[in-house]
């Protein structure tokens, strides 16, 4: 007998990077308000978290400052705004598990879900066909 397991990722202000995630064997709770996130963190088994920088009700990393504490070891993305390096630098010394900027390609941002959750990318393959010239 096999138990297939889908992992409870936890999305935050990141709406526009879900539709790249759909194929993941992961069951995604997005949401785009940090307060909404901390009452599902406390209601539901939640394995990792997906969360933007800067959430509207939680500016300046509140949302991920308060998760780090006091789930230290839980896999973290943070997504970051492009050219920021004070973003990037504050949010790599929580010990997030990943730092990705918000114009990182589909591709990329799923490549680093999969690294992080241990996942295999799922993605369809595309056939590629030779074509030889006569």
């Avoid at 598990?97 to 918000?102: D, I, K, P, Q, Y």
């Amino acid at each position: 007998m096999y138990v297939v397991a889908k992992a409870n990722v936890l999305a935050i202000g990141v709406h526009k990077r879900i539709e790249s995630l759909k194929e993941l064997p992961i069951r995604l709770i997005c949401l785009n308000r940090g307060n909404d996130a901390v009452r599902s963190l406390k209601n539901e088994t939640i394995h990792s978290v997906i969360s933007h920088w800067h959430l509207k009700d939680m500016p300046d990393g509140v949302f991920l400052k308060g998760l780090k504490s006091i789930r230290p070891d839980m896999p973290t993305i943070a997504v970051i705004e492009s050219n920021n390096p004070q973003q990037e630098i504050q949010a790599r010394s929580l010990g997030v598990s990943a730092v990705v900027t918000e114009d990182c390609s589909e591709e990329h941002f799923r490549e680093i879900v999969c690294g992080v959750l241990g996942l295999r990318d799922t993605a369809v393959l595309k056939d590629l066909y030779a074509v030889k010239e006569l």
